[in-house]
T-cell receptor, first 112, second 111 residues
Framework: GESVGLHLPTLSVQEGDNSIINCAYS??????FIWYKQESGKGPQFIID?????DKRQGQRVTVLLNKTVKHLSLQIAATQPGDSAVYFC???????????FGRGTSLIVHP | KAGVTQTPRYLIKTRGQQVTLSCSPI?????VSWYQQTPGQGLQFLFE???????NKGNFPGRFSGRQFSNSRSEMNVSTLELGDSALYLC??????????FGPGTRLTVT
């Protein structure tokens, strides 16, 4: 499959555990944030998004938390499954700009 | 509904050559964006096309260009290839500005 990055931060968890993946952003003007999942050999897949007027948003087994004070974003995955193993990216956009800025990614490894 | 398709999936070129990559968006999606993904720089935005017009452009040299056809299919071209152009080139389409759907990418290797 495709290698999406070397020397990525790695999070290893056991199947069934909850996972928390963190992302720090630098642009205080960013007002829209997205989490993507990229499996080997595939393009990034949209997971969940959040706007800056929200602190929390929930999806199916996933929750995104946004702390604008410290410019921090996290993705929580409940009851992590082996199929969740992938690289996870956060992306930010600001001020109506279409151009997203992507984080470096975190590799999540789920052990059965 | 078929996803975003990109051709070819793999490509090997020599320095100085040019290359054209193709992207077919999801039916009904009029916005197509291109990204370059490398281990060193991560995912970087190249440009975005909407209704055959380049609407946004990232910070890449003029050797990188693209176009979009009336059926929303898009091509990107890289001229005078350099070793540093080796990367995974991703195309994404969207019907709204927010949610993008990515293709599997074209792996370009420049030797």
């Amino acid at each position: 499959g495709e290698s999406v990055g070397l020397h990525l931060p790695t999070l290893s968890v056991q199947e069934g555990d909850n996972s928390i993946i963190n992302c720090a952003y630098s642009n205080s003007a960013s007002d829209y944030f997205i989490w993507y999942k990229q499996e080997s050999g595939k393009g990034p897949q949209f997971i969940i998004d959040i706007r800056s007027n929200m602190d929390k948003r929930q999806g199916q087994r996933v929750t995104v938390l946004l702390n604008k004070t410290v410019k921090h974003l996290s993705l929580q995955i409940a009851a992590t499954q082996p199929g969740d193993s992938a690289v996870y990216f956060c992306a930010e956009r600001s001020g109506g700009s279409y151009i997203p800025t992507f984080g470096r990614g975190t590799s999540l490894i789920v052990h059965p | 509904k078929a996803g975003v398709t990109q051709t070819p999936r793999y490509l090997i070129k020599t320095r100085g050559q040019q290359v054209t990559l193709s992207c077919s968006p999801i039916s009904g999606h009029r916005s197509v964006s291109w990204y370059q993904q490398t281990p060193g720089q991560g995912l970087q935005f190249l440009f975005e096309y909407f209704s055959e017009t380049q609407r946004n452009k990232g910070n890449f040299p003029g050797r990188f260009s693209g176009r979009q056809f009336s059926n929303s299919r898009s091509e990107m071209n890289v001229s005078t290839l350099e070793l540093g152009d080796s990367a995974l080139y991703l195309c994404a389409s969207s019907v709204r500005d927010n949610e993008q759907y990515f293709g599997p990418g074209t792996r370009l290797t420049v030797t």
